[in-house]
């Protein structure tokens, strides 16, 4: 390990999304890089990846999710239990392998001005279908979204159809509309996974760190997108 210079964006915070966006209507260095380093991640050569990393079929990625809300969940939620359904019926039949970073997102890398210098929180890697970390960084919440809409760009830092175009020029790989809507699913899946997690940890005294309790204010939103996606 190392000291890298940088900080981590914070997409709640009105100056860091007004930072973002001033890099947005301008330069865009920040925005192309995402999407460069996303590129770069994605096209890892499988014999560099260290034997140790989970290789995750699709059904794995929505059991191991599924699995987090029948351990975790403190009652039972239709909306969600009809979105793991949905999202089951919706596998692809052909994957993209690669290596997924599995939680990429502004808010873990750190940035010195116009400059990524890092990407951290790779403990949920994988080798399996690339697609999740797109869907992932589509999902609203990372925007600045809680319960209210907050900025309009994707993850704070670039329109979605620019994005999506860049990466696909950068890869040869364009994804659709209705498989990014499949693997959003996924990345809200793995949110509310964390959520359940830590308001099961607070309410069975597991902690007695109140922003695991306040975690649950996250539900609403996020099941709000679930609604969405499935179109009802």
Known sequence: MEHVDGSAPNVYSRDDQRRLADDWNGSRAIAMQVAEHLATIHGAAETDLPDALPSLGFDDVVNRWREVYERRRLVRDPVVEEAFEWVAERRPR????????????????????????????????????????????????????????????????????????????????????????????????????????????????????????????SFPGLRQDMVELMGW
Do not use: C
């Not at 830092?157 to 990466?167: G, T």
């Open 94 to 217: 052909v994957g993209w392998p690669g290596l997924v970073h599995g939680d990429y997102r502004i808010g873990n890398m750190l940035v010195q001005g116009d400059r990524i210098r890092a990407i951290l929180d790779w403990e949920l890697a994988y080798s399996g279908d690339v697609r999740f970390d797109l869907g992932y960084l589509a999902v609203a919440r990372h925007a600045g979204k809680h319960l209210r809409a907050r900025s309009p760009l994707m993850g704070a830092f670039a329109e979605r159809e620019w994005f999506m175009e860049r990466y696909g020029q950068l890869t040869g790989r364009w994804i659709d509309d209705e498989s990014l809507a499949t693997f959003e699913m996924l990345g809200i899946m793995m949110l509310l996974a964390t959520q359940w997690t830590a308001v099961w940890m607070y309410a069975g005294g597991h902690t007695t760190d109140v922003r695991m309790a306040w975690s649950r204010f």
